[in-house]
C-alpha cells in the first residue's frame, strides 16, 4: 500500500483516512517541538535575568547559549535512544510516550527556582523532545505512497516553523505581562498532553514495521550459526547494526555530516535572529520585545514555505541537486542578513527569505533519510543522523555566544558559523539520489 502511486492524478489520489492521521500526528509532535523550542529561545535571556540576577550583562548571551547547548545535550540523547526504542517497540508508542514526558517536563520548567534548576530541566525536556521527530518521520515515510512521501514529509517538517510562529506570537501578548511572564510560556507545554488522548485512538501503527518486528522475533528465537549475514542484521542491536554493515556506515557517517551543518548552522546562527533584530529596532527606538517576537514570526513564515516547498522540489529535480540548492542559498543569505542588512523594512524581506532556506533546509532529513535505511533499522538510523549531530552543534550557541560576548556584534558571529555550508555543499553529492524508488526492505 504504502508504495502504491496513482498515475496520472494528483498527489493527493488514493490518499486514506490513516495516512492523513498519521501525518497530522507526526506534525503535530514536531510543532509542539517548535513551540517549545522556540519558547527557549525567545525568552532565555528573560529568564537568566530573573533567576541570576547577578549575572552581568555581557555574559548574558554566553549564558543563553549555554542554555540552548544542554537543550540539545539532552534532546540528541533521547533521540537517539527514541530511535531505537521505535524499531523495537513501535513508531505510535514511542511517539506517545515522548509527547507525555514532554508535556509534563517542559510544564515543570515553568516551577524553575533557580538558574541550575532551569538547566536540569531543559536537558530533562531536551530528553523528551528528540524522540518524536525520528519516530514519526519513519511513521509517516512507511505509511505513505512513494509518490507522495516526499510531500508529505515537507507538510510533517512544516510543523517546526508552525510551532515557532506560535511561539512568537504567543510571547508577543505574554511578554508584557510582567518580568515572570516567561513561565506562561512553559505551562503552555502541558496542553500536547490532550492530544496524546486523541493519538493512541486514532493513529495506526506502521504495517511494515509490524512485519519487520514479526521477522525480528522469529529469528531471535533460532540459533545465530543458523542465520544468514542479511538475517543477523535482526537480530544485532539496531544501532550496532548501522556501523556493521559497510554500506550503512558510510551513508551514516556522509549524512550525519550533512545533519551536522544543518544542525550548528541553525542553531549557531538562527536562533540569534530575534535578539539581532531587537538590537536593530531598539537603535531605531521600537520595543525591542516586539520586534523580537515579530521577527521570530516573519522568518517562520518564510521557513513553514520552505519546508512544503523542499518536498515538491526533490520530487521534481531530486534530492540531492535540491540540498545542493538550500546549502548554496543559506550560505550567501546569513551574511547579508547580519552584515548588510541594517533597515528594519529590509531586514523583513531578508528574514523570509533566509527562514525558506536556513530553516527549510531541515526537510531534507525526513525525505531523504528514511530512503537510506530498512525497516528494522529505519527510525535507528534516521534519529541517530537527526540526532547525533546535536553533539557537536551545541558548540554552535557557544561559539556564537562568545563571539558575541567578545566583539559584541551578531554580524561576524553569524558570519564565522555560517561558513559550515560549504562543508555541506562539499559532502552532499556523496549520498545516492533516491527520488522515485521504494523504500528499502
Given at each position: 500500500?504504502?508504495?502504491?502511486?496513482?498515475?496520472?492524478?494528483?498527489?493527493?489520489?488514493?490518499?486514506?483516512?490513516?495516512?492523513?492521521?498519521?501525518?497530522?500526528?507526526?506534525?503535530?509532535?514536531?510543532?509542539?517541538?517548535?513551540?517549545?523550542?522556540?519558547?527557549?529561545?525567545?525568552?532565555?535571556?528573560?529568564?537568566?535575568?530573573?533567576?541570576?540576577?547577578?549575572?552581568?550583562?555581557?555574559?548574558?548571551?554566553?549564558?543563553?547559549?549555554?542554555?540552548?547547548?544542554?537543550?540539545?545535550?539532552?534532546?540528541?540523547?533521547?533521540?537517539?535512544?527514541?530511535?531505537?526504542?521505535?524499531?523495537?517497540?513501535?513508531?505510535?508508542?514511542?511517539?506517545?510516550?515522548?509527547?507525555?514526558?514532554?508535556?509534563?517536563?517542559?510544564?515543570?520548567?515553568?516551577?524553575?527556582?533557580?538558574?541550575?534548576?532551569?538547566?536540569?530541566?531543559?536537558?530533562?525536556?531536551?530528553?523528551?523532545?528528540?524522540?518524536?521527530?525520528?519516530?514519526?518521520?519513519?511513521?509517516?515515510?512507511?505509511?505513505?505512497?512513494?509518490?507522495?512521501?516526499?510531500?508529505?514529509?515537507?507538510?510533517?517538517?512544516?510543523?517546526?516553523g508552525l510551532g515557532f510562529f506560535i511561539a512568537s506570537a504567543c510571547w508577543y501578548f505574554i511578554a508584557p505581562l510582567g518580568p515572570d511572564s516567561w513561565r506562561l510560556m512553559f505551562l503552555i507545554g502541558v496542553l500536547p498532553a490532550v492530544f496524546a488522548l486523541w493519538l493512541r485512538r486514532s493513529v495506526p501503527e506502521s504495517e511494515q514495521w509490524k512485519q519487520a518486528h514479526g521477522r525480528r522475533t522469529r529469528l531471535r528465537a533460532r540459533s545465530t550459526s543458523e542465520l544468514s549475514e542479511q538475517e543477523q542484521s535482526y537480530t544485532r542491536l539496531t544501532l550496532r547494526q548501522i556501523f556493521v554493515?559497510?554500506?550503512?556506515?558510510?551513508?551514516?557517517?556522509?549524512?550525519?555530516?550533512?545533519?551536522?551543518?544543518?544542525?550548528?548552522?541553525?542553531?549557531?546562527?538562527?536562533?540569534?535572529?530575534?535578539?539581532?533584530?531587537?538590537?536593530?529596532?531598539?537603535?531605531?527606538?521600537?520595543?525591542?520585545?516586539?520586534?523580537?517576537?515579530?521577527?521570530?514570526?516573519?522568518?517562520?513564515?518564510?521557513?513553514?514555505?520552505?519546508?512544503?516547498?523542499?518536498?515538491?522540489?526533490?520530487?521534481?529535480?531530486?534530492?540531492?541537486?535540491?540540498?545542493?540548492?538550500?546549502?548554496?542559498?543559506?550560505?550567501?543569505?546569513?551574511?547579508?542578513?547580519?552584515?548588510?542588512?541594517?533597515?528594519?523594512?529590509?531586514?523583513?524581506?531578508?528574514?523570509?527569505?533566509?527562514?525558506?532556506?536556513?530553516?527549510?533546509?531541515?526537510?531534507?532529513?525526513?525525505?531523504?533519510?528514511?530512503?537510506?535505511?530498512?525497516?528494522?533499522?529505519?527510525?535507528?538510523?534516521?534519529?541517530?543522523?537527526?540526532?547525533?549531530?546535536?553533539?557537536?552543534?551545541?558548540?554552535?550557541?557557544?561559539?556564537?555566544?562568545?563571539?558575541?560576548?567578545?566583539?559584541?556584534?551578531?554580524?561576524?558571529?553569524?558570519?564565522?558559523?555560517?561558513?559550515?555550508?560549504?562543508?555541506?555543499?562539499?559532502?552532499?553529492?556523496?549520498?545516492?539520489?533516491?527520488?522515485?524508488?521504494?523504500?528499502?526492505?
Amino acid at each position: 500500500m504504502h508504495d502504491t502511486a496513482v498515475v496520472g492524478k494528483g498527489w493527493r489520489a488514493g490518499l486514506t483516512g490513516a495516512q492523513w492521521r498519521s501525518l497530522v500526528a507526526a506534525n503535530l509532535g514536531w510543532l509542539f517541538d517548535g513551540f517549545e523550542t522556540y519558547a527557549l529561545i525567545l525568552t532565555a535571556s528573560t529568564v537568566l535575568r530573573r533567576l541570576d540576577p547577578a549575572a552581568p550583562g555581557p555574559s548574558i548571551a554566553f549564558l543563553t547559549g549555554v542554555t540552548i547547548a544542554v537543550t540539545l545535550l539532552g534532546w540528541g540523547m533521547g533521540g537517539i535512544l527514541g530511535g531505537v526504542f521505535a524499531d523495537y517497540f513501535g513508531r505510535r508508542r514511542t511517539l506517545l510516550t515522548a509527547i507525555v514526558l514532554y508535556a509534563a517536563f517542559t510544564g515543570l520548567t515553568a516551577l524553575s527556582w533557580s538558574w541550575a534548576s532551569f538547566l536540569v530541566l531543559r536537558f530533562v525536556t531536551g530528553f523528551a523532545l528528540g524522540s518524536e521527530w525520528g519516530t514519526g518521520t519513519s511513521l509517516v515515510a512507511e505509511i505513505w505512497p512513494r509518490n507522495a512521501r516526499a510531500k508529505a514529509a515537507g507538510l510533517m517538517q512544516c510543523g517546526l516553523g508552525l510551532g515557532f510562529f506560535i511561539a512568537s506570537a504567543c510571547w508577543y501578548f505574554i511578554a508584557p505581562l510582567g518580568p515572570d511572564s516567561w513561565r506562561l510560556m512553559f505551562l503552555i507545554g502541558v496542553l500536547p498532553a490532550v492530544f496524546a488522548l486523541w493519538l493512541r485512538r486514532s493513529v495506526p501503527e506502521s504495517e511494515q514495521w509490524k512485519q519487520a518486528h514479526g521477522r525480528r522475533t522469529r529469528l531471535r528465537a533460532r540459533s545465530t550459526s543458523e542465520l544468514s549475514e542479511q538475517e543477523q542484521s535482526y537480530t544485532r542491536l539496531t544501532l550496532r547494526q548501522i556501523f556493521v554493515d559497510p554500506k550503512l556506515r558510510r551513508l551514516t557517517i556522509v549524512a550525519s555530516v550533512m545533519s551536522l551543518v544543518t544542525t550548528l548552522g541553525w542553531w549557531g546562527i538562527s536562533t540569534w535572529v530575534p535578539l539581532y533584530v531587537a538590537s536593530l529596532a531598539t537603535s531605531a527606538g521600537h520595543s525591542a520585545s516586539a520586534w523580537a517576537s515579530g521577527a521570530g514570526m516573519i522568518y517562520n513564515v518564510g521557513a513553514i514555505a520552505g519546508y512544503v516547498s523542499f518536498g515538491f522540489l526533490a520530487d521534481r529535480i531530486g534530492r540531492k541537486p535540491t540540498v545542493l540548492l538550500y546549502f548554496a542559498a543559506s550560505l550567501v543569505l546569513t551574511p547579508v542578513l547580519f552584515l548588510l542588512v541594517h533597515d528594519l523594512r529590509l531586514v523583513v524581506i531578508v528574514l523570509i527569505v533566509n527562514g525558506f532556506f536556513t530553516l527549510g533546509q531541515y526537510t531534507w532529513m525526513p525525505v531523504w533519510l528514511p530512503e537510506l535505511y530498512p525497516t528494522h533499522l529505519r527510525a535507528t538510523g534516521v534519529a541517530f543522523v537527526f540526532n547525533a549531530a546535536r553533539f557537536v552543534a551545541f558548540l554552535g550557541p557557544l561559539l556564537s555566544g562568545a563571539i558575541i560576548s567578545h566583539l559584541g556584534g551578531y554580524g561576524v558571529a553569524a558570519t564565522v558559523v555560517g561558513l559550515i555550508y560549504i562543508l555541506g555543499l562539499a559532502v552532499a553529492p556523496l549520498c545516492p539520489e533516491t527520488r522515485g524508488r521504494p523504500l528499502p526492505e
